[in-house]
């Protein structure tokens, strides 16, 4: 969970300025969930919408930073 959380600070950080608001404010938000479920201590923790939400961001700022759209067409 550690690294998750900082491979998704990384990212923010080299890309933050050139991602748009709305992907920024769900960056954000999901770092804070899986901070918050981090903290809980627990074995399991249920990760569910927060990792689905997490590829949505990543996949968003793939296509930013290398025109993979442009590519595959």
């Known amino acids: 969970?550690?690294?998750?959380?900082?491979?998704?600070?990384?990212?923010?950080?080299?890309?933050?300025?050139?991602?748009?608001?709305s992907d920024l404010d769900e960056l954000d938000?999901?770092?804070?969930?899986?901070?918050?479920?981090?903290?809980?201590r627990r074995k399991e923790i249920p990760l569910g919408d927060v990792a689905f939400r997490a590829l949505r961001v990543i996949d968003s700022t793939l296509k930013l930073v290398?025109?993979?759209?442009?590519?595959m067409k």
């Not at 938000?29 to 809980?40: G, K, P, S, Y």
């Not at 290398?66 to 590519?71: M, W």
């Open 1 to 21: 969970m550690k690294n998750i959380v900082a491979t998704l600070q990384k990212l923010r950080d080299a890309y933050h300025s050139q991602l748009d608001a």
């Open 29 to 40: 938000a999901v770092l804070n969930e899986l901070t918050r479920l981090m903290q809980q």
């Open 66 to 71: 290398t025109n993979l759209t442009d590519l």
